[in-house]
């Protein structure tokens, strides 16, 4: 992969394109986070998909019900010990989302040029005249010329069922209902509708009542490694829960990634960034918030701070075209690689892998364009950017950190072996983008919660399957998280045992290795023999 390192900013060959490129034992440094639904429950497509390198499945509760998610997450669960890959799961909100009531599931056609009114009360019918909302507040927030988007529930934009209305005049909004002109001709069809008022603040909370119930029930018991948090537009959101998971057992460990869908969070970035765990970038909402012209500024700006801060940021709505079909366009091939290039973690695959037709093919597909994109990335202009951000002093452990992916690119290591228990070694390493894989080899401590004893670990491990660049290893609880010698001898052996059997470490390769010898954090560099 390092090997054949090529620099986009010097002349190439061109006829070098064209050369293939070398298998590896993953897909991508690059990962991908999955939507499991309808097209993507089995447990054979879900082996599939975590076979082609879905490493983290994102459970959106703007849809279904809990029983219906279990049953996916049970056979995620199946999937994940036939296949022994381990794979993440995330909650996804429903939070602020406006949504047009259809109970009968009808399809409802719309006329460029009809009127259209949107109303709160729910007992009416939805048709071509009425759409019924969730949300009595729209009255009050919008205004004449006001533009209204609605579409399917993860509309692609290329679909014909998704419409454009134009709020109509003063007289026009008739107490809580909102008459509106429709724009377009097109037939609503699908289980579920959102509504997109742009640029516009929807006064509905961060953390609805149903995000509350599920995540108190569903999320509990199953552990959850990330809640998605939908609609987050102040610091505050992400304080709040905080504050929620805080009180839910196990939940204190899980990590917040803030979603950026509209012009509000936009504008609260910095402070958003500071209270999360990771990003976001909601390109499918976003997208429609902004000018066009304006979403590439965004993602770059973006993903820019998210790296600086050492924080994932994770990029929506890449390869739409591929829900119908088996090639994404040239312009969202080109826009993943583009998403690697700016530094993106995680590239989100929504309607793809949830109602598409080949869920499976869309990984792959996405995952090798990563892969391009990886042996071009810049690495060398990214980690001055970043070791001058820093700015000096650096703490120890940043110090520690960005040595050893120095150390690894001059003496060409194959992977950098990292210790660690809370992840936040693992994560330093991560954030210097080295060419190479870390294996981060996460050492459980024991702890109690006054009740009982257990490890911890596993959550640290799960947690790092969204980061660019990290294979997380569990290791054996016998081994104390006190290291000393022996022990930290025995666990680089299970490491590098495991590097070699999947075919990562070859004889004669050279690994770095961070951890802690007594008090002392090293960094040192060892070559294999046979
Ligand atoms: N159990 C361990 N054995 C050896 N070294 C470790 C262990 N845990 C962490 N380290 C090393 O200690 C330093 C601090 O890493 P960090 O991830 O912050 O650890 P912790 O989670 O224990 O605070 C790093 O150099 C890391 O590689
Ligand atoms: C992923 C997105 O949001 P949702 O949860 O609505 O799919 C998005 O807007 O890009
Ligand atoms: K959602
Ligand atoms: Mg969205």
Redesign the pocket.
Known sequence: MHSNHLLLEEPIRMATILEPSKPNFFPAMTKIVG?LGPRSRSVEVISDCLKTGMSVARF?F?WGDADSHQETLENLKTAIKSTTKLCAVML?TVGA?MQVVNKRETSITLKAEDKVTLTPDQGQEATSAVLPINFAGLAKAVKKGDTIFVGQ??FTGSETTSVWLEVGGVDEVKGNDVVCVTKNSATLAGSLF?LHASQIRIDLPTLSEKDKEVISTWGVKNKIDFL?L?YTRHAEDVREARDFLSKHGDLSQTQIFA?I?NVEGLTHFDEILQEADGI?L??????IDLPPEKVFLFQKSAVYKCNMAGKPAVV??VVDSMTDNLRPTRAEATDVANAVLDGCDAI?L?AETLRGLYPVETISTVGKICAEAEKVFNQDQYFKRTVKFVGEPMTHLESIASSAVRAALKVKASVIICFTSSGRAARLIAKYRPTMPVLSVVIPRLKTNQLKWSFSGAFEARQSLVVRGLFPLLADPRHPAESTNATNESVLKVALDHGKASGVIKSHDRVVVCQKVGDASVVKIIELEE
Do not use: A, M, P, V
């Open positions: 939507t959106d703007s996804d989302e529930y993860l959102t998605s939908s979603k869908e976001i909601s390109r499918g909402n976003l997208g929506t709505r989100l929504g």
